[in-house]
Structure formats: C-alpha cells, structure tokens
C-alpha cells in the first residue's frame, strides 16, 4: 500500500486537521442557520468520501465560511428541507463540469474578483456574528445590520461577548507561543478555553444544540425537489456549484505552493468535490469546498499523502458519534467568536493597498464586487464583479490610435492603428472629425487588428458625410 511508508506522518497530521476542523464545522453549521451536526456530516464526507479522489493530494474539504452567507439565504428563502435537493445538484452540476474538463477555466477567473468575494464574504460574515456574538437576534440584511450596529451595545449580553471577545484573544495571541504548542490549532484552545470559562464559572450564556449526527442525517424527499421549479433556487444552485468550484480551485492552486509533492488535477479535484457535495446533498447537510485553512494545517502538520485527509474524516466521525454531548457545553458566543476572526482573516487589506499602488483598475474591481454582495447578495454580486472585470478588460485592449501622413499630390492618409470597439468610438470621431475641412482623405484601415460593427458603421457615415474620403486596406482588419 502506498500509504504505509508515511502512515505516521499522515496520522499525526490528521489529529491536527481534525481538531482545526471541528469548531469550524460547527460554528459555519451554526452561522447558516442549520443544526449543528450538519456541519459535522459535511466534514465527515469531506475526509470519508471527497478524500479518496487523486484530484488534490493534501486539499481538505468541509463546510466553509465562504458558503455560509450564500447557505443562510438559501435556507431562508426556501426551507431547511430544500437545502439538501440544492447541494445535490449543485454537486451533479460540479460533476458534470469536471468531466467536461471545465476544472482548468476557473484560473482565469479574475483574482481581483474572487478577492472581491472573499472580502464581501467577510463583511458579510462579520455583520452577522457581531449579533451572535452578543447573543441578538440580527436584522434581516446585511445593510440593515450593519446600520443596526451603533444600537447594538445597549442590546447585547456581555457576559456573551466576553466570551467570544475572549476566545478572539486566545486565537490571536495563540500565534506567538512556541511551534510545538501551535501544532493544537488556535481555534480549538480558544473555544475550549471559552467553554471551560463558562462551565467553571457556571455563566448563562447560549450553548450549541445538538441531537446526535446520525439522527441529524435528513435526506431529502421527493416533494423537495420540486424547489427547483423556482428561478431563484436555480441561481442558487449555480452560485453554489460556482463559488464552491472557484474557491476550492483557488485554494489548490495556494496549496500547491506550500508542498513539493504532485500538483492538483483541478478536473479530477472538480469532480471529487462534485461527488463529496452530491453526497452531502443526499444526506441533507451543508455544502462542501476545500478549505485553505485547513488545508495548509494538513501541510504544516506533515501529511504526505491523500490518507490525513481521509483519516481526518473518521476523526470526526468518532468524535460525533461517540461524544456529542461535548458540544451541547459549547457556548454559542465562542464560535461566534471563531467565525469573526475567520471574517476579518477574508478581508484583503493588504491586497488592496497593493493594487492601488500598482493596478488601480483591480483594486476598483475588487472594491466594487464586495460592495455588491453587500447590497445584494453572493451570487448578484459576483456577476456585478465579473461584469465589471469583463468592462475593464474591454476598455484595456480597445486602444485606437489615429496618425496622419501627408503623401504627394496634397492628400492626407489617416491611418487608424489598435483595436477599434465601441468602447473607444467617441475618441476615434473625434480625431476623424477634426481633419482640415476639404482636404482629400485616404482612410487606411489596415493596421487594425479588431474592427467591430459599430465603428465599421459609423466609419461608413463618417465616408459618406465627408464626400471625398476614399477607404483603402479594409480587407486586413479582423
């Protein structure tokens, strides 16, 4: 077996990955609005199912932030029933595109985008849990909420924030002790500092409600898919195959960076994850992406091969099985806590004042598409993101320059050079219109290497308003 030569490193690693994992599949369970143990099942899966596929050698799946706000709406708009038929398809969807060898194409994605996202996530992420971290129920959007926050201190249970405010430190200071004591991720102490605090000190606070992951399991009936007749869950289930499929690619690519051993097949990796979230859907639990968090644990921690990620999931699995009742201690306050460091951990600052400095028109893309998801909501404001990426671009290559050369017999030869588009119509009129009056023209359109319909039109008009213009060298424009 191919795994027995590096059975200790992949143990050791997955013990690691296991404990990072397990407060996060439960506080991103929490903040989408489902049972807890549905973030547990789609971790189990994550390791159990998606970890036995060669797309990604060190990836590791689960329920992650990033799908949280998109899950919350979905859940909200049409039942805690209808999740599962939308991550079931969502999964086909992935399948499909994996086999069709789409895997590839999610690099070209613009990054200014998917940082965009990331960061309205994020903001997204945060609004939310500053009212579970205080123990109040949240306004409806997100702008509601974050117009809401001035009024928020006078609302909130400190004993609560406290808490969650506690656990913030502990992860934050967690960084600075020794590298052998950080092999226990900062997350997990956090939390169980927070919840030793809590029992020791017997606080009422909001604990975790858990009923036990094999009664959690709900897979969906056949009166749930007819959710799909709605236009509004389709756009969710592509937004989750989507989002879900760009996240974990992007997170593969990051991963590859940090170890030297084989490189992702992102269509192999597509379709694994399409498999795991199919599976999930099944089950009637969360959504699945890889997680770059829990990804690069498994690479520091010294997994050598696919076997830490598939033992990572049986870690889970026993642990849920076996000792549900430590959750129910947990207070709710804690993950919140967990999930505001995870928010403000997505927020690119330090990208952004890069960009600016050096690629001012990404960083507005970047800005722009937070903005979006902000106002609207995940999968609205990606498109308005990719819209904007597509007119930067557009706007980027369409340069058109216009050059005139006096030739022999008192004519003038206007040569246009570039790509002529609509984008750039007004500057090439302009230039065109501002020819000495009466004088012969000869339009020499050969060195361009775009012609659109529209410029070629108003090219025409402009002949033909003219009167003596004469067009040479149309035949090499593409």
């Not at 926050?149 to 002790?177: C, E, H, K, N, S």
Request: with cysteine; net charge positive.
């Amino acid at each position: 077996m191919p795994w027995a030569g590096t059975f200790r490193e992949d143990f050791g690693a997955s013990v690691v990955v296991a404990l990072v994992a397990l407060p996060l599949c439960v506080g991103v369970a929490v903040a989408s609005g489902v049972p807890a143990e549905w973030g547990i099942v789609t971790g189990v899966v994550g390791g159990l199912v998606t970890g036995w596929f060669r797309g990604s050698a060190l990836q590791v799946s689960g329920p992650a932030a990033g799908l949280t706000v998109l899950v919350y709406e979905a859940v909200t708009t049409h039942g805690l029933a209808a999740l599962g038929v939308l991550v079931l398809v969502a999964g086909m969807l992935q399948v499909g595109m994996g086999v069709l060898r789409l895997g590839r194409w999610f690099r070209a994605i613009s990054v200014a985008v998917v940082q965009g996202m990331l960061a309205g996530i994020g903001l997204v992420l945060i609004a939310g849990q500053l009212y579970a971290v205080g123990g109040v129920r949240a306004p409806g959007g997100t702008l509601e909420k974050l117009g809401a926050v001035p009024g928020l201190a006078g609302q909130a249970d400190w004993t609560a924030v406290a808490l969650g405010a506690g656990t913030i430190a502990v992860i934050v200071g967690w960084r600075r002790m020794p590298a052998r004591l950080r092999l226990v991720p900062g997350a997990l102490v956090g939390v169980v500092a927070a919840t030793a605090v809590c029992l020791g000190l017997g606080l009422p606070v909001e604990k975790v409600r858990v009923e036990g992951v094999v009664e959690a399991v709900a897979p969906p009936g056949w009166g749930a898919f007819g959710v799909l007749a709605s236009a509004g869950a389709c756009g969710t289930v592509i937004a989750l195959a989507l989002i879900a499929s760009a996240e974990t690619l992007f997170s593969a690519a990051a991963v590859d960076r940090m170890h030297d051993g084989p490189r992702t097949h992102y269509d192999r990796e597509l379709v694994a994850q399409g498999v795991g979230n199919t599976v999930c859907g099944l089950l009637g639990s969360l959504p699945m992406t890889a997680v770059i968090v829990r990804s690069a644990a498994n690479v520091e921690a010294g997994a050598r091969t696919r076997a830490a990620r598939v033992m990572h999931g049986a870690w889970l699995l026993l642990f849920a099985v076996a000792l549900p009742q430590l959750l129910a201690v947990v207070p709710l306050a804690a993950l919140a806590g967990v999930l505001l460091h995870a928010g403000w951990k997505l927020l690119p600052g330090r990208a952004v004042a890069a960009l600016w400095r050096t690629h001012r028109g990404e960083a507005v893309v970047l800005v722009a598409t937070a903005a979006a998801i902000v106002a609207t909501n995940l999968f609205e404001g990606v498109l308005v993101g990719l819209g904007i990426a597509i007119a930067k671009a557009a706007w980027e290559t369409s340069h058109v320059q216009v050059e005139q050369v006096a030739e022999e017999g008192g004519e003038l030869c206007v040569r246009v050079l570039g790509n002529a588009s609509f984008l750039r119509l007004p500057k090439l009129l302009d230039a065109l219109d501002a020819l000495p009056a009466g004088q012969p023209v000869r339009l020499d359109l050969s060195g361009l290497r775009h012609l659109d319909h529209a410029c070629l039109t108003a090219l025409h008009g402009w002949e033909a308003g003219r009167g003596r213009a004469a067009v040479a060298g149309r035949e090499g424009v593409g």
